[in-house]
């Protein structure tokens, strides 16, 4: 089945520093891939989005390429800033019969410090 | 436009209870995927319903839960007989097509 893997957390950094959140995935056929934003107490956000090899998302300043090869779609961002502490999560659709539900990594939380 | 409405925010149960989650997908989104998010963890789908249909109910557990999405009104999940593992936070996501979903804030249910 599909399963996603992010790079464990927490992670804090201060800010303007750069940040990369590592996310590999298992999948049959050819999936999307995403990155989700949850601010405390809030619902999921969708950062970004890349639904075939090479392309690259982007959005806010944030990053991410899907690469096949490695089935890796790292998240990136030269210079954090404060607002950017949230849980950030890696996911997929796609796939066999997945109607598009979502398998996400178990998510990583982000502290930026001032 | 109004997003994905979930209510109640908060939903606090006594062991045994039935708790009842409403969600209001996107004005004019017909799929609507439900999540629970257990402490700690990341979420994971339960189900996804079209209007008056149940596509994939493959993450639900086999006892206890339903779900359904009528032709008016919210998709609403159903927990009857909450137990202390029920507690958790349960997202709903609407989508227009089994493309890009855009979630609720949640449900967080306490099962005392």
């Known amino acids: 089945g599909n399963s996603v893997t992010q790079m464990e957390g927490p992670v804090t950094l201060s800010e303007e520093a750069f940040l990369t959140i590592n996310c590999t995935y298992t999948?049959?056929?050819?999936?999307?891939l995403f990155w989700y934003v949850q601010y405390p107490g809030e619902g999921l956000q969708l950062l970004l989005k890349?639904?075939?090899?090479?392309d690259k998302g982007s959005n806010k300043g944030f990053e991410a390429t899907y690469r096949k090869e490695t089935t890796s779609f790292h998240l990136e961002k030269g210079s954090v800033q404060v607002s950017d502490s949230a849980v950030y999560f890696c996911?997929?659709?796609?796939?066999?019969?997945?109607?598009?539900?979502?398998?996400f990594g178990q998510g990583t939380i982000l502290t930026v410090h001032p | 436009n109004a997003g994905v409405m979930q209510n109640p925010r908060h939903l606090v149960r006594r062991r045994g209870q039935e708790a009842r989650l409403r969600c209001s997908p996107v004005?004019?989104?017909?799929?609507v995927y439900w999540y629970r998010q257990l402490p700690e963890e990341g979420l994971k789908f339960m189900v996804y319903?079209?209007?008056?249909?149940?596509?994939?109910e493959s993450g639900m557990p086999k006892e206890r839960f339903s779900a359904e999405f009528p032709k008016e009104g919210p998709s609403i999940l159903r927990i009857q007989q909450v137990v202390r593992g029920d507690s958790a936070a349960y997202f709903c996501?609407?989508?227009?097509?089994?493309?890009?979903?855009?979630f609720g804030a949640g449900t967080r249910l306490s099962v005392l």
């Open positions: 996501a609407s989508s227009p097509t089994e493309n890009i979903q855009y």
């Open positions: 999948a049959t056929g050819y999936p999307s």
């Open positions: 890349a639904t075939k090899a090479d």
């Open positions: 996911a997929l659709s796609g796939g066999g019969t997945s109607y598009g539900k979502l398998t």
């Open positions: 004005k004019g989104h017909s799929h």
């Open positions: 319903l079209q209007k008056e249909n149940i596509i994939d």
